[in-house]
């Protein structure tokens, strides 16, 4: 690689990074652009020699800043130009996509914020304490008996429930389809790109409390910073909902020996504050004492050090990122009051509450934090990490691990990290120095990527010419992969690097499913459809390899590949059929057990599969909830067998193409 840069005077590659040593600070504007010496650093990289060839660059900015080409994707290329493709990308607004807004615009819960869609379709369990109150069941009140109540409804009042409980559900499946589609079909794929890597680092999990019901103001958070400056975006996640929730901040309060800015509420208060309630009023009194106890028990408690520590470890710092356990019980001081409107287990947006904020004095990485502050202080605390030189690294770090490779080499990062600081963060122009580096463009790169579930079902419909599906099915193919979209449970988010990906059941099942989606009746349309299906479809079986090569990887595969696909055989088939029952497992969730009780899952479970075997149409409602109760509650997901069908019987054309997406060069990016 160095014989490349140093054909190039040292200076003009030197000179940006010495600028940025003496003294470049915050530009007034991140948004507006990177500084003078950004771009000429990025101009004085993209005059190096690359290692591609002129068809290598092409295909290799599609797979790594789309979710891989479409047909024609490649002459598109060809005809801008691969850095004006970028420079285009880099800037979504002003990428037109009708398209994508008419399919986004069918699914009208996208648009609504998590209190809107508790108030419409409430949990399953509060939807059957309504039933019962609605009867003028008083026992619902307090500690409610949901099997006592669910015992109690007529057949006609079950299926109105049961009504409710798929509602509850279904527009986490829109929202599934939405991404997907968007992921498919858009025409801004950098912007579909960046918004998948930031929900993985900024991550959330769909079956914990009522946090699904926030994912759709999140993801849409999330795309509208993907491309802009790190700290907004940093912000927007730490006072969303999802994130107060899921990392338990709505809940962290200050120690009760802390000063706070606001008059303190204690028990016997809460009490007598309760009481005077109007609902509390109509109560007896007995009922009204137990209400009050669970309330009470209900109450956050003290400081809670989940989000902090993440935001240090996880968001900003990284592990290595010099803070220490002293530095995440401060940050989480200095982050209490930081909670959703109705309490942590309530509804609403973000809401600052002066009464449980820790007003005392802190010390965050060396800095003072002088007493008496308020919500300011969190902001102030996200400043400092925003622009402290481990985040520029970290993410640089990670970055360059999505968009070069699972090791990605020092002197692309350290460009990275530079960039990240003399621009404030500004996203944008970090991902332009990464694509302008040559380490992107080195045949070390080429095909070094393995795709993730996402990335492989994603960039098979995209080389087939699908359009953006409507219905669960594309998402519901992640999730039988092993990457249920909302459903990963820790707060690392899922891997990045290929190893994670890549064991013996993982290579069978993505053999199957390139098997299943060419052969399957189901799946069928999208290969129908493909252009290069009617040229080939009754071509020799030599020429539809050489068509299928040329269409799916630019003409370059193995000799091993080549003759899997002439041959028609596979060593590894057979063994794909036997291991495609694998099934994802995960934790249960209290609201669905409640949700169980109610006769919900199987209600809802049974006609699908029955409606599947027959092979009749599934409603979209049914299968929307069926496919976000597999990200809720990943074990409940079956095998890419039931829901594509074993491909026993591929034969022809449908073969090949099978084949082809099954292949290494396919799992790769």
């Known amino acids: 690689m160095m014989h490349l840069i140093r054909s190039v005077p040292r200076a ?13 600070q915050r530009p007034a504007s991140p948004s507006a652009g990177g500084t003078r010496s950004t771009r000429a650093l990025i101009d004085s990289l993209r005059a190096l020699p690359r290692e591609m060839t002129a068809d290598q660059q092409r295909w290799h900015l599609l797979n790594r800043l789309a979710f891989g080409p479409r047909p024609g994707d490649v002459d598109r290329v060809r005809r801008t130009g691969a850095d ?25 819960s996208l648009e609504k ?9 409430p949990p399953p369990g509060a939807a059957l304490v309504r039933a019962a109150m609605l009867r003028g069941d008083s026992t619902m009140r307090g500690r409610p008996d949901l099997q006592a109540a669910r015992d109690s409804l ?40 960046l918004t998948d890597f930031w929900l993985n680092h900024f991550t959330v999990f769909a079956g914990k409390d009522r946090i699904r019901y926030y994912l759709p103001e999140y993801e849409a958070t999330i795309r509208a910073h993907a491309l802009g400056d790190f700290r907004s975006l940093l ?22 020996t802390r000063p706070t800015l606001g008059r ?26 137990q209400a009050m106890e669970q309330l009470l028990a209900r109450r956050p408690r003290g400081l809670n050090e989940n989000y902090a520590r993440e935001l240090l470890e996880l968001h900003t710092l990284g592990v290595d990122g010099g803070y220490t356990q002293q530095d995440v019980i401060e940050v989480a001081r200095a982050l209490t009051g930081w909670t959703v409107e109705r309490g942590p287990t309530g509804r609403g947006g973000f809401t600052f509450r002066r009464q449980t904020h820790d007003a005392g004095a802190k010390r965050i990485l060396g800095v003072d934090f002088p007493a008496g502050r308020g919500v300011d202080e969190g902001e102030a605390v996200l400043d400092l990490l925003a622009r402290h030189p481990s985040t520029a690294r970290f993410i640089a770090t990670k970055l360059a691990r999505r968009l070069v490779s699972d090791t990605p080499p020092p002197a692309v990062v350290a460009r990275a990290a530079a960039t990240f600081t003399a621009t404030n963060g500004n996203i944008r122009e970090v991902v332009r120095v990464i694509t302008a580096s040559p380490e992107f463009w080195s ?37 039988r992969l092993g990457q249920p979209m909302y459903g990963h449970q820790a707060p690392n988010g899922w891997p990045e690097t290929g190893d994670a990906w890549m064991n013996t059941g993982a290579i069978l099942n993505r053999i199957n499913f390139g098997m299943a989606l060419a052969g399957d009746a189901r799946a069928r349309a999208v290969l129908s459809q493909w252009p290069l299906t009617a040229t080939l479809s009754s071509a020799p079986r030599d020429a539809q390899v050489d068509g299928v090569v040329a269409a799916l990887f630019g003409g370059s595969v193995s000799t091993i ?28 969730d209290a609201e669905d057990t409640s949700m169980a009780m109610t006769g919900g899952a199987g209600a809802a479970t049974a006609p699908r599969r029955a409606a599947m075997r027959a092979g009749r149409p599934v409603p979209a409602g049914r299968e929307q909830a069926a496919a976000a109760r597999e990200a809720v509650r990943p074990e409940r997901g079956g095998s890419l067998a039931q829901l594509m069908g074993a491909p026993t019987n591929v034969t022809g054309f449908a073969q090949v193409v099978g084949l082809a997406l099954g292949a290494p060069e396919f799992q790769r990016r």
Request: proline fraction near 5%; charged fraction near 20%; include cysteine.
């Open 12 to 24: 003009v590659v030197l000179l940006p990074l010495a600028l940025w040593g003496c003294g470049a």
């Open 561 to 588: 590949t080549r003759e899997v696909m002439l041959t028609g055989s596979h060593p590894l088939m057979d063994a794909a059929r036997a291991a495609d029952t694998v099934r994802l497992r995960g934790t249960e």
């Open 154 to 193: 007529s057949a006609e009042q079950r299926q109105q429930l049961r009504q409710g409980v798929r509602q509850a559900y279904q527009f986490v499946g829109e929202l599934q389809s939405a991404r997907v589609g968007r992921a498919v079909a858009s025409e801004r794929q950098l912007q579909e790109v």
């Open 84 to 108: 004006a493709w970028i420079d285009a990308q880099l800037v979504p607004a002003q990428v037109a996509d009708p398209a994508t807004d008419r399919f986004v615009a069918q699914f009208p």
């Open 443 to 479: 045949q070390t790169a080429w095909r070094a990527k393995v795709k993730s579930p996402f990335e492989l079902v994603t960039s098979a419909m995209r080389a087939l010419g699908a359009s953006a599906d409507s219905t669960p099915r594309t998402a519901q193919m992640m999730a």
């Open 264 to 289: 303190r509420v204690n028990d016997a208060q809460l009490r007598r504050l309760a009481a005077r309630a109007p609902r509390a009023q109509q109560l007896p009194s007995a009922q009204r004492d």
């Open 113 to 121: 914020d998590g209190a809107a869609l508790l108030a419409q379709y």
């Open 235 to 256: 912000g927007a996640v730490a006072t969303s909902p999802a994130m107060l929730l899921y990392l338990d901040n709505a809940q962290s309060v200050a120690d009760s």
